[in-house]
Antibody
Framework: QVQLQESGPGLVKPSETLSLTCTVS????????WSWLRQPPGKGLEWIAY???????NYNPSLKSRVTVSVDTSKNQFSLKMNSVTAADTAVYYC?????????????????WGQGTLVTVSS | DIQMTQSPSSLSASVGDRVTITCRAS??????LNWYQQEPGKAPKLLIF???SLQSGVPSRFSGSGSGTDFTLTISSLQPEDFATYYC?????????FGQGTKLEIK
């Protein structure tokens, strides 16, 4: 049973860079896609980006200029960096296994999810 | 971008009721529509994928239907643990947008 766990600072200053890591346990990160999503307090869900274990990526155009995702297969981890953050980036950030495959990119549902980590942007 | 609109935004119902939540896409997404349940303070949980396929371990009282632009999530007989927020999500094309959510509350 694959499990995911987000880690990183819970407080980031405005204009600085948010950095989070997702550690995958109970299975290999290889041969799968992995996504980052977020949810501002009291609001809905937003997909941020996905990454394939090989390193290929796809970003939400609304965030693409500020976001970088990367993967470290040796550590079974993938990461999110978001620069120039503002208060609008305050949210619970989730990592999730993305069920798409190279044979069917439409299988883009997310399961399972990490428990989420709240990142607050404030000085 | 494909926009997803859920209705209603909130719903009050009683244990044992049959409940239907609707999700409409701004253009055809075939059957690439997924449903999630989110309890307060928890991560979303996948219920239904590809419009009508029940995720393993999800009770059979949950069902999904639809294709093209109109989709429904039905709970045949509400149980106390079903009171939560439900989201639809299209996986047809990037960006993979979610509906705004439907909060299901106890009447």
């Amino acid at each position: 049973q694959v499990q995911l766990q987000e880690s990183g600072p819970g407080l980031v200053k405005p204009s600085e860079t948010l950095s989070l890591t997702c550690t995958v346990s109970g299975g290999s990160i290889s041969r799968y896609y992995w996504s980052w999503l977020r949810q501002p307090p009291g609001k809905g869900l937003e997909w941020i980006a996905y990454i394939y274990y090989s390193g290929s990526t796809n970003y939400n155009p609304s965030l693409k200029s500020r976001v970088t995702v990367s993967v470290d297969t040796s550590k079974n981890q993938f990461s999110l960096k978001m620069n120039s953050v503002t208060a609008a980036d305050t949210a619970v950030y989730y990592c999730a296994k993305d069920m798409r495959s190279v044979y069917d990119v439409h299988r883009g549902w997310f399961d399972p999810w990490g428990q989420g980590t709240l990142v607050t942007v404030s000085s | 971008d494909i926009q997803m609109t859920q209705s209603p935004s909130s719903l009050s119902a009683s244990v044992g009721d049959r409940v239907t939540i609707t999700c409409r896409a701004s253009q055809s997404i075939s059957t690439y529509l997924n449903w999630y349940q989110q309890e307060p303070g928890k991560a979303p949980k996948l219920l239904i994928f590809a419009a009508s396929s029940l995720q393993s371990g999800v009770p059979s009282r949950f069902s999904g239907s639809g294709s093209g632009t109109d989709f429904t999530l039905t709970i045949s007989s509400l149980q106390p643990e079903d009171f939560a927020t439900y989201y639809c999500q299209q996986s047809y094309s990037s960006p993979y947008i979610f509906g705004q959510g439907t909060k299901l509350e106890i009447k």
